[in-house]
Structures are given as structure tokens and as C-alpha cells.
């Protein structure tokens, strides 16, 4: 094929953009949903990073950092079985994360914050992840 056509092998956005939206078409997968819903959605195909900031309620000062990494696949198998076109990635990553990154703390706590960063902090990059959970990856930091 790439024979046949060498042009497939420079780098076009337009021509890609237009060969996934004709893939999709052809498989059924676009909805009703306004065509710019759809095309950020073929755009963002990166993982979603979860980061829940937690402190003890027995009154220490240590606030303990958990990201967790989910799966563009996972949420968008969940928005397929759950028919969610209407939540965004971020709330989807938040709700299957959740339960078990709090999950792992043996005492009391409450969840300070939450924030969805770009990717993992620096000095996490090399380290395993302390547990995985249901497909995703999650990480501990102490401050």
C-alpha cells in the first residue's frame, strides 16, 4: 500500500484527521454529539493523571500525595458501558480512581484536594508504582 501510494508516508494532520473521522463513520462510532466534541476527543488520546492530596484526621501535619494513572482505554470502555458521552475524561478518571486510592490508608483521613496534572511529578518518573488496581497505576508521595 505504501508503495502504491507514497504520500502515506509524509506526515499530514488533515489527511489523518480525515481518514480516522471516515474510520469511525465506517465502524458506526460517531454520535450526534456537535463534530468539535468529537475531534477533541480523537485528539486527547493520552492517559489521565489523578493527584489526590490526603491528611491524617489524628491531627498529624504529613499530607500524603497519591496520583493515580488511568487508562484512556479504561475511560473509554467505562464511558461505553455506563453510555456517558456527557462527562469529561477528568470525572470519569476520578470516579474509577478514587475508592481505591483512598482506599490504602489504614487510619482516618480526608481528602484535602484533588487536581488532574499533565503527567507524574518529576521524581516519580523512574519509580514503580507502590500498587495497581483494576488496570490503573498509583503512586505515593510524602510532603
Request: hydrophobic share 35%.
Amino acid at each position: 500500500m505504501l508503495r502504491e501510494q507514497p504520500d502515506l508516508r509524509r506526515e499530514d494532520p488533515a489527511r489523518n484527521m480525515d481518514l480516522w473521522r471516515r474510520r469511525l463513520l465506517i465502524k458506526g462510532e460517531i454520535s450526534d454529539a456537535p463534530w468539535s466534541e468529537h475531534m477533541i476527543r480523537l485528539m486527547n488520546m493520552s492517559d489521565v493523571y489523578v493527584e489526590y492530596k490526603v491528611s491524617s484526621t489524628t491531627g498529624s501535619p504529613n499530607v500524603i500525595r497519591v496520583f493515580a494513572k488511568v487508562p484512556r482505554a479504561k475511560i473509554e470502555a467505562y464511558r461505553q458501558a455506563q453510555n456517558d458521552h456527557a462527562s469529561s475524561d477528568t470525572d470519569i478518571a476520578y470516579n474509577l480512581s478514587e475508592l481505591p486510592a483512598l482506599s490504602r490508608f489504614p487510619h482516618p483521613h480526608w481528602r484535602s484536594s484533588v487536581s488532574y496534572p499533565d503527567a507524574l511529578p518529576a521524581e516519580l518518573q523512574e519509580c514503580e508504582p507502590a500498587f495497581e488496581e483494576y488496570g490503573m497505576r498509583f503512586w505515593r508521595m510524602k510532603n
